[in-house]
T-cell receptor
Framework: AQSVTQLDSHVSVSEGTPVLLRCNYSSSYSPSLFWYVQHPNKGLQLLLK??????LVKGINGFEAEFKKSETSFHLTKPSAHMSDAAEYFCVVSAHFGNEKLTFGTGTRLTIIP | SQTIHQWPATLVQPVGSPLSLECTVEGTSNPNLYWYRQAAGRGLQLLFYSVGIGQISSEVPQNLSASRPQDRQFILSSKKLLLSDSGFYLCAWSLAGAETQYFGPGTRLLVL
């Protein structure tokens, strides 16, 4: 069984300040982890993914995430927020076991303050 | 490159009416296909997935059904819509055996 918990339903940061979106996972197997972003009334776009290679994963738009097995975490960060980063972010886990189903977190809404 | 299309983009339907949402993928063959529903303020719920033509797996009991008449076409249907069917419906595809899924633009359904 696998699950993912996004610790904050809503995060607000000022433009130009760092972003931290927190995610903890639970998986019986060595997981793959993803972050997706969804802008209002749009589909989901893949930001980055971890698949048991380097623990620090770089994604699009300056985002990165670090896989920490000891903490079962996969937090998403960005050094400097931009207004265009305002969106909903989803942390997602998938088991490396031929199971192609994804388990989604409930999402974190990121608001950028001008 | 691969692209995924959904239509319509927005739909308003009365309770009890039928539903047909369409999803097509271009630029790949034999993809896995998925239907998700996203209710307001909530995460994504997997409704159906398909690994091939005519092969549909249902994840949750409901009054919706899915069909895959062609390799790159996935249809979500209902004979009689309920108010609770309102939501944002997302189609996704992945390569067979791969975990990364790519999402379409979604269909906003409002049942009145």
């Amino acid at each position: 069984a696998q699950s993912v918990t996004q610790l904050d339903s809503h995060v607000s940061v000022s433009e130009g300040t760092p972003v931290l979106l927190r995610c903890n996972y639970s998986s019986s197997y060595s997981p793959s982890l993803f972050w997706y972003v969804q802008h209002p009334n749009k589909g989901l776009q893949l930001l980055l993914k971890y698949t048991s290679a380097a623990t620090l994963v770089k994604g699009i738009n300056g985002f990165e995430a670090e896989f920490k097995k000891s903490e079962t975490s996969f937090h998403l960060t960005k050094p400097s927020a931009h207004m265009s980063d305002a969106a909903e972010y989803f942390c997602v886990v998938s088991a490396h076991f031929g199971n192609e189903k994804l388990t989604f977190g409930t999402g974190t809404r990121l608001t950028i303050i001008p | 490159s691969q692209t995924i299309h959904q239509w319509p983009a927005t739909l308003v339907q009365p309770v009890g009416s039928p539903l047909s949402l369409e999803c097509t993928v271009e630029g790949t063959s034999n993809p896995n296909l998925y239907w998700y529903r996203q209710a307001a303020g909530r995460g994504l719920q997997l409704l159906f997935y398909s690994v091939g033509i005519g092969q549909i797996s249902s994840e949750v009991p409901q009054n919706l059904s899915a069909s895959r008449p062609q390799d790159r076409q996935f249809i979500l249907s209902s004979k009689k819509l309920l108010l609770s069917d309102s939501g944002f419906y997302l189609c996704a595809w992945s390569l067979a055996g791969a975990e990364t899924q790519y999402f379409g633009p979604g269909t906003r359904l409002l049942v009145l």
